[in-house]
Structures are given as structure tokens and as C-alpha cells.
């Protein structure tokens, strides 16, 4: 079974920084696809970056501001996440998709942007 280990969130002002890593218990090349989600309460889960064998894709709302990315030497994702709006205020949950089309969870990462 794959482990999805996060780390990074927090509390931090409009306007501020954060950056969230998510190590998996395998090889992070060898899923077809790795990202980032995220939920708020009474609303469902929604794609915020991934990285597949397609290339990189984020969801509108967060374009320009994240930035998805991978590191072999760390073997871990990482989601930048600049100019936070309150609107940005959501659980983040790391995704990773095997080559069997199974699909894995972190623990999730309380992320609150509020002044």
C-alpha cells in the first residue's frame, strides 16, 4: 500500500506564501500521475495541479499563483502556493495514480488564509 506523507500547511496572512511537499512511500516517478486536491467543508474535492505524462495542469482559480512541481533528489511534489487568498482557505490533499489506475491519498494539510 502507498503512503502519502504532506507537510507544509498552516496559517498565513492574505497575500503570503506557502509550500506544500508530499512524499510517497514508492519511487514519485513511477506513478503516472501526481497532484495536489483540495476541500473545503460541504463541497466536494477539486483538482487544484497535477502532473501527468501530459504535462502540467491547474484549475483557473489558482493559475499563475501555484506552482506544481516534482524533485528526484527529494522524491517529493511540491505545491507553491503565492498571493493566498481567504478563498484559498481548504484541506490540501496530495494525490498519487499508479500505472494500475489505482489511485492514493495523503492525510490531508490544513491550510487557513486569514488575517
Known amino acids: 500500500q502507498v503512503q502519502l506523507v504532506e507537510s507544509g500547511g498552516g496559517l498565513v496572512q492574505p497575500g503570503g506564501s506557502l509550500r506544500l511537499s508530499c512524499v510517497p512511500s514508492?519511487?514519485?516517478?513511477?506513478?503516472?500521475?501526481v497532484g495536489w486536491y483540495r476541500q473545503t467543508p460541504g463541497k466536494q474535492r477539486e483538482l487544484v495541479a497535477s502532473?501527468?505524462?501530459?504535462?502540467?495542469n491547474y484549475a483557473n482559480p489558482v493559475k499563475g499563483r501555484f506552482t506544481i512541481s516534482t524533485d528526484k533528489g527529494t522524491n517529493a511534489v511540491y505545491l507553491l502556493m503565492t498571493s493566498l487568498k481567504p478563498e484559498d482557505t481548504a484541506v490540501y490533499y496530495c494525490y498519487a495514480r499508479n500505472r494500475y489506475f489505482s489511485d492514493f491519498w495523503g492525510q490531508g494539510t490544513q491550510v487557513t488564509v486569514s488575517s
Open positions: 502532473i501527468t505524462n501530459s504535462g502540467i
Open positions: 514508492g519511487n514519485i516517478f513511477s506513478f503516472t500521475a
